[in-house]
Nanobody, 125 residues
Framework: QVQLVESGGGSVQAGGSLRLSCAAS????????MGWFRQAPGKEREFVAA????????YYADSVKGGFTISRDNAKNTVYLQMNSLKPEDPAVYYC??????????????????WGQGTQVTVSS
């Protein structure tokens, strides 16, 4: 079992930045591939970014490529999502998730076994 707790959400003006954090419980954090997803009201949960257990590989949705960066610190059991140049279409509840696929960067929500409770991101124009 892995418990995930997100933090760092909030309100920011368009063009601004936020850094989300996701703290994980347990001593085998590096065994899990990690991902970030987001869900806006009335829309399905969508993939944002993923990173392998070692942090050696990452993958991004086209909509955030170049603006968002996923990273992890296995010593701190934490994965991050640095969001720069936020746009009016970026507001959503952002979720982190853990996958058993340590060396992959899954894009499907169904490949993730554990989820955090989410953190709200709001962007004002």
């Amino acid at each position: 079992q892995v418990q995930l707790v997100e933090s760092g959400g909030g309100s920011v003006q368009a063009g601004g930045s936020l850094r989300l954090s996701c703290a994980a419980s347990g001593r085998t954090f590096s065994s899990y591939g990690m991902g970030w997803f987001r869900q806006a009201p009335g829309k399905e949960r969508e993939f944002v970014a993923a990173i392998t257990g070692s942090g050696g590989a990452t993958y991004y949705a086209d909509s955030v490529k170049g603006g968002f960066t996923i990273s992890r610190d296995n010593a701190k059991n934490t994965v991050y999502l640095q969001m720069n140049s936020l746009k009016p279409e970026d507001p959503a509840v952002y979720y982190c998730a853990a996958s058993y696929y340590r060396d992959k960067t899954p894009r499907s929500r169904y490949e993730y076994a554990f989820w955090g409770q989410g953190t709200q991101v709001t962007v004002s124009s």
